[in-house]
């Protein structure tokens, strides 16, 4: 890395921690003071937490893999995103909405995490809470989530108990849940959806693309 990237990083992280470390519990923001600047030219994988932190910085771009930017080209090319959506497991900071906002000509962004504590972000609407089986989403027109981790499950429940579209894109986690492999919570998915499908009249796919490194998910009629 050069002196004058590494400079600007500094500049641009230290611009980030006026405007949003209040949002951040200790843990969370002591990581991204870590990290913002040595993962940066980093050729692995990078966590959310800095995923969200490099997106509002106007970073997603350079980096060697661009996991927002993959999932919005890949949202707008296989959903419509001209309606009421809700993102689900926004993170801290919900910078992936607020870019995929952007290119929205008409409908809302709804966001919704436990840890979202910022009271206005990018003109989305903020829920500060856990998506549940009760979660009403009748208003919403697709739902979706980058890496929701452990809300995966009942976002697919509810996408199809509710007759509401879902996109999708799994993270690589299973830590906590009870399959041997990654694979097996692969197969148990597919399973599920096969099932409520036959039951519904719903479609689903699981698909994958090069530039992301876990499956997709896309249920819709
Ligand atoms: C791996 S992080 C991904 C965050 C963000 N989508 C990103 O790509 O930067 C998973 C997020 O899902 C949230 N989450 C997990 N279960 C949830 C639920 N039931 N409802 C809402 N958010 C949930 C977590 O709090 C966490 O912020």
Do not use: W
Not at 45 to 74: K, P, R, W
Not at 184 to 198: P, Q, R
Not at 209 to 216: I, N, R, V
């Amino acid at each position: 890395m050069t002196l004058e990237t590494r400079l600007r990083l500094n500049y641009l992280l230290s611009q980030y921690k006026t405007k949003y470390e209040k949002y951040y519990s200790k843990t969370d923001f002591e990581y991204v003071m870590k990290n913002f600047v040595t993962k940066f030219d980093s050729r692995e994988s990078i966590g959310t937490l800095l995923l969200q932190a490099y997106e509002d910085c106007g970073l997603s771009e350079e980096l060697s893999v661009n996991l927002y930017g993959s999932f919005i080209n890949h949202i707008k090319t296989d959903c419509d995103i001209n309606g009421d959506l809700l993102e689900v497991g926004c993170g801290v900071i919900p910078s992936l909405a607020k870019s995929l906002k952007k290119q929205q000509s008409i409908g809302t962004i709804t966001v919704m995490d436990p840890v979202v504590k910022i009271p206005q972000y990018g003109n989305l609407r903020i829920i500060h809470g856990t998506f549940t089986a009760q979660t009403d989403v009748s208003k919403y027109k697709l739902i979706y989530g980058a890496f929701p981790c452990r809300a995966t499950s009942t976002m697919i429940q509810s996408s199809y108990e509710n007759d509401v579209d879902l996109y999708l894109a799994l993270c690589g986690c299973v830590e906590g849940m009870p399959y041997l492999d990654y694979y097996e919570y692969l197969f148990d998915l597919e399973d599920t959806m096969k099932s409520l499908s036959n039951k519904t009249g719903r479609n689903f796919d699981i698909f994958e693309y090069s530039d992301l490194p876990y499956p997709l998910i896309k249920t819709y009629r």
